[in-house]
């Protein structure tokens, strides 16, 4: 009953009708004041000033009732029907935006706090299924838990009109939700619902948030669209709470994670063989194990692409998976233009899926294509303001086109905001490096280091920072540790590569790069644009493994 008032009073504000009642019997109280003095002047009949008086107190519940049913609206009064006529949005400024808040765990358990980041990314991924509405990614969204900000200040920070909050509760198998969407100018509170339901219930809750704001706001809504929101992701709550538990595990990008998060989202798979969003979540899951964990690509990109390839079987509009087959194609058989085929594909059904801007930026800058790079990943960070992974690609997009001292300034201030994160430190330290700092280069890349021990990418740059440092010893130190730990498991041979290089030079090295590009490193798409291997580019065997890898690109010398 509470939920059910607390949506009426809400709709009254949006209506304008508390507005309209104000001002109606601010006006009819002075005219009832002035109208027996006037009619006395002029002489009217006795009976006429208690008529008026009548009229306008008649007029009154007239007049609340005309505000519920035609909204007040600067343009003028417009009938507010049961079903908005959507608005269709002609362009990006048209689009609708919003940013869907973590909903708060008020459950007894504090471990459950997976559970309600599960509930907000779920809402989070049917909202941007409709296409007139942008909304900010899970990863800005979930940084701003807990924040004392209020939704003015969120809303100007991520630059969006709307903020959705809501907490829950859950108590073995019993829920209780509540959420209330906000227009966050004017902090006016457009909707608002509470629900005590079963946990089995929990698909049908975050379907009606998502269309009660798609109907609030105005939103063009195709039937395809309504499809989609409307699905039932999967049949067996279990494997929903896999799934959900890793996406939490995978937030820190750390090796270690990563594999939990893997283990994680095969148990919901081996729960529901058929639970699309699950198998996408492995396909994506692949991608980031090959920037941050130390796997095979032969096994990890075959991985990755019978992911992808099972998810749109289930659902043909798995934009995300188009993502994994475009890595898979790029990445490890080579094939830009197959690619390009996959990318295309992946924008037109995902075009706000910022993590892949993320991708994008990095394949478009290792063929060369820097400003088409920083495009891609500007665009990804206006979807996902406070993602540290877009940070970091900028700031490698600006050190690698040789904007070194851009990428400094740029990543001292990522850095400020997420001083946990190593990438960021790590491309710190390789900004440096470029720019001529190589002392602090390594104090960045020492951070990094220390932040983690366990990617043998960073262990390769500090040793080519010590290096320029005049630190050869210690460098020599870092690639024994790195060849010591090449025979217990997989490390990319591209790392011991460009640390061998840097010691003993290119011959001693180039055995290094053969293997690097039999295995399918995914840092030799990179030879090409990376500064330090510029003079390279005029011996022979490194000249041919630029044109095997990227056939009549001509890069910079």
């Known amino acids: 009953m509470a939920s059910k008032l607390s949506l009426f009073l809400a709709e009254l504000k949006r209506r304008k009708v508390y507005h309209v009642a104000a001002v109606y019997a601010a006006v009819g109280v002075a005219i009832s004041i002035a109208v027996p003095d006037l009619f006395g002047a002029f002489g009217f009949p006795s009976w006429a000033a208690p008529l008026v008086i009548v009229v306008i107190t008649i007029g009154f519940p007239i007049a609340v009732v005309l505000a519920w049913a035609y909204e007040v609206k600067p343009e003028g009064p417009r009938q507010a029907g049961a079903v908005p006529a959507p608005v269709v949005a002609t362009s990006e400024s048209d689009r609708k935006s919003i940013v869907v808040l973590p909903f708060d765990n008020m459950s007894p358990d504090p471990a459950d706090a997976y559970f309600s980041d599960g509930l907000t990314e779920e809402i989070i991924t ?6 007139s509405m942008r909304v900010v990614s899970r990863t800005s969204a979930m940084a701003l838990r807990g924040t004392q900000k209020n939704a003015r200040a969120i809303a100007e920070e991520l630059g969006v009109q709307y903020v959705l909050e809501g907490s829950v509760r859950k108590a073995g198998a019993k829920l209780r939700i509540t959420a209330q969407l906000i227009e966050a100018r004017a902090d006016e509170h457009l909707w608002a619902e509470s629900y005590d339901r079963d946990l089995e219930d929990i698909f049908h809750v975050q379907t009606d948030v998502a269309e009660n704001i798609a109907q609030v706001l105005r939103t063009e809504f195709s039937e395809t669209e309504q499809e989609r929101v409307r699905r039932v992701p999967t049949g067996n709550l279990k494997a929903y709470d896999s799934y959900v538990r890793a996406h939490k595990a995978a937030e820190s990008f750390l090796p270690e994670d990563l594999a939990d998060a893997e283990e994680l989202v095969q148990e919901a798979i081996r729960l529901d063989p058929e639970f699309a969003q699950a198998h996408a979540a492995l396909a ?20 990755m692409a019978a992911a992808a390839t099972r998810a749109l079987e289930l659902d043909p509009l798995a934009g995300e998976a188009h993502v994994a087959l475009a890595l898979n194609r790029y990445y490890y058989e080579w094939d830009w233009d197959g690619a390009e085929v996959e990318w295309a594909r992946a924008l037109e059904l995902s ?14 800058y290792s063929r060369g294509c820097f400003e088409e790079a920083e495009t891609a990943v500007r665009r990804g960070l206006v979807l996902d303001p406070l993602s540290p992974m877009l940070h970091q690609v900028l700031g490698e997009v600006l050190a690698m086109s040789g904007r070194s001292r851009e990428a400094i300034r740029w990543l001292e201030g990522s850095v400020r905001r997420w001083p946990k994160y190593p990438l960021l430190h790590l491309w710190l330290a390789i900004a440096c490096s470029y720019a001529g700092e190589p002392e602090a280069g390594l104090r960045h890349a020492e951070t990094a280091h220390a932040l983690a021990s366990d990617i043998p990418f960073i262990d390769a740059i500090r040793g080519m920072i010590l290096v320029q440092a005049d630190q050869a010893a210690e460098a020599r130190d870092v690639l024994e540790d790195l060849k010591a730990s090449a025979r217990n498991k997989y490390v990319d041979p591209y790392n011991l590569f460009s640390l061998t290089v840097s010691l003993d030079g290119f011959d001693a090295a180039a055995p290094y790069l053969d293997e690097a590009v039999e295995v399918r490193s995914l840092f030799v798409p990179y030879l090409g644009v990376t500064p330090r291997w510029r003079p390279l580019h005029s011996v022979p065997r490194f000249r041919a493994v630029l044109d095997k890898v990227h056939p009549g690109v001509v890069f910079e010398t």
């Open 284 to 303: 994506e899951l692949c991608c980031t194990s090959g920037f941050y964990a130390n796997e095979r690509p032969s096994h990890l990109y075959p991985k």
């Open 126 to 131: 049917k909202l941007s299924y409709i296409r």
């Open 351 to 364: 075009p706000d899926y910022s993590y892949m801007y993320t991708f994008r930026a990095s394949v478009l």
